[in-house]
């Protein structure tokens, strides 16, 4: 059997953290209210803000006279005057994260009130806050410390929490692009953010640009490497690019790290779809020491092993999978199959009959008599068998299901059909009818698509009259093998649309291909 290698290193980190954002403050005008304010607003505005400023490393003051500049060319007399998007049009000229305004007004000769107002360019909103200050240059420069640069930074912290609502609400709506957008503008803020960087990989993900899924989920690692919706959402983006070893690391350390049943199941289907036999095999049997019982999991081995042709391997997964699923009719059918494979379909026989005498009434041991009859090959038998059951549970599709397949089996098509259509009345959600109907349909179809094959090599040689009505056959086979190949095609999309099991969506897969070709050699010709 095949061997994997895995990578060295679970991961390999493509970015270093980044260091936190310093926010550039552009304060571009404070108005005085009356004279007497004068003084402080000159204060402000020439030596106050930056000495107040330079005491913060996370906070960059734009030159002021820079943003004076800029709000001047604006051609407004007073900020207050101006509508976000004109204060956002400055912003975008200062390169600034932070506007800032505002005026000053006279309490007394030596107190005074300052409001001011703080325009976020990210989330476009603004918060006043007004305090009082004093002459005293060291007291007014305190409270600019406590008031106005503490709002600046409380503004800033909360900004996080209004971005991620805005950009989830976005992503919630399906509208990915504004939602990207939003996060990215809350990593400028909040180069660490866990949430920005999963929401990111996510919605590329769902996009298919998924180098960059990954990159954005790698940075999400970066911040938490056990978090498990970032290893299990990488797992899957990995696999989109056929990495299966990387994504096999990650859900591996999901399972390792929660002792996850479910994790060591999908961990193993990713082996067994590349045909690492032996590692599926373990995967597999690491979900079973967490739940002995846990029916996945016996399923994956047992069909593992029948793909494989080890029967006797199988039997054990196979027999608790039926005991637990006893409606699966495919698994039914390879638990006898195995049976007759390893010699004990005679043995499996008899005890189903033992059983039925005992308990004449035993439903389950008529389905499991009749499928080791099929199995082999006493179709009449096992025919028998299901119309016994009928007397038992008349009411009962799955019955109806069983005398189907029996009619199948001696390839007596329209009995087959009516008691799947019967089954179909009592429970329209079933799989099994859906998938006798479209293989009816399809030999049905294939039939009348060989005398279709065999009119045609006869026209080929025939001439005058003979040759046209020889065409004419042809032509009534080839369109009614089209139409029966149609109503097969109908009936196996009826049937997907009823199972998730791997097994036999593999089977309707397959079945699909050949019925493709079908309806391609079996449409009109138009010349």
């Known amino acids: 059997m095949k061997k994997i290698f895995f990578l060295a290193a679970f991961i390999v980190l493509i970015t270093s953290l980044l260091s936190a954002k310093v926010l550039r403050v552009a304060i571009i005008d404070f108005e005085r209210s009356d004279r007497e304010s004068d003084y402080v607003v000159n204060s402000l505005m020439k030596r106050d803000f930056k000495n107040v400023f330079d005491d913060f490393e996370d906070l960059e003051l734009i030159k002021i006279k820079d943003s004076q500049q800029v709000f001047e060319k604006s051609g407004y007399a007073d900020p207050s005057y101006m509508g976000t998007e004109d204060i956002a049009k400055l912003g975008i000229e200062l390169d600034a994260d932070i506007v800032i305004w505002g005026n000053v007004a006279a ?7 300052i409001l001011t107002k703080i325009f976020s360019m990210k989330s476009k909103d603004v918060v006043a806050i007004t305090f009082e200050v004093k002459k005293d240059t060291e007291q007014r420069r305190q409270v600019l410390k406590d008031e106005l640069i503490a709002k600046i930074k409380e503004f800033s912290g909360g900004e996080i929490e209004k971005l991620l609502g805005i950009a989830i609400q976005h992503f919630n709506s399906k ?51 056990e978090n498990y919706d970032v290893l299990d959402y990488l797992s ?21 790290n929660n002792e996850d049943k479910e994790i060591w199941f999908k961990i193993g289907n990713i082996y067994l779809d590349n045909d690492y036999t032996d590692e599926a095999e373990q995967a597999f049997l690491n979900a079973l020491d967490i739940d002995p019982e846990y029916l996945e999991a016996q399923i994956g081995m047992g069909e ?38 390893t010699g004990q379909i005679d043995n499996a026989i008899a005890q189903y009959q033992a059983i039925i005498d005992e308990q004449p009434d035993n439903f389950r041991a008529y389905v499991n008599l009749a499928n080791a009859y099929n199995i082999k090959e006493m179709y009449r038998q096992a025919l028998d068998t299901s119309f016994k059951l009928k007397e038992i549970a008349p009411d009962d599709p799955r019955v109806y299901i069983l005398i189907s397949n029996g009619y199948m089996s001696l390839n007596n098509f329209t009995n087959a059909e009516q008691n799947a259509l019967s089954a179909i009345n009592m429970d329209a959600n079933l799989y099994q009818p859906y998938r006798i109907l479209l293989e009816i349909y399809q030999k049905r179809g294939y039939s ?4 279709y094959l065999d009119l045609e090599e006869r026209a080929r040689n025939a001439y005058g009259k003979e040759a046209d009505e020889l065409v004419e056959q042809r032509d009534r086979e080839k369109d009614g093998a089209h139409a029966l190949f149609l109503k097969s ?22 079945t699909q291909a050949t019925l493709s070709q079908l309806l391609d050699a079996t449409k009109k010709d138009f010349f």
């Open 448 to 451: 009348r698509y060989e005398a």
């Open 304 to 341: 593992m092993f029948y793909g494989m042709e080890y029967f006797e391997e199988a039997i054990p997964y196979l027999e608790f999978a039926v005991k637990e699923n006893p409606d699966d009719e495919d698994l039914q059918k390879k638990l006898a199959f195995c049976y007759k494979k």
């Open 107 to 113: 309490l007394s000769n030596t107190d005074f009130k």
């Open 489 to 510: 095609q109908e009936y196996l999309n009826q049937a997907r649309a009823r199972t998730d099991n791997r097994s036999e969506l593999n089977y309707l897969d397959s």
């Open 175 to 225: 509208n990915y692009a504004s939602a990207e957008e939003t996060f990215y503008d809350l990593l400028e803020i909040d180069p660490e953010n866990l949430e920005a960087n999963f929401y990111i990989g996510l919605i590329n993900y769902i996009n298919k640009d998924y180098d960059k899924s990954e990159e954005h989920y790698l940075k999400a690692l970066e911040l938490d490497p």
């Open 236 to 256: 899957q983006t990995y696999l989109k690019q056929g990495k299966y070893d990387e994504a096999i690391a990650a859900l591996t350390k999901i399972a390792e």
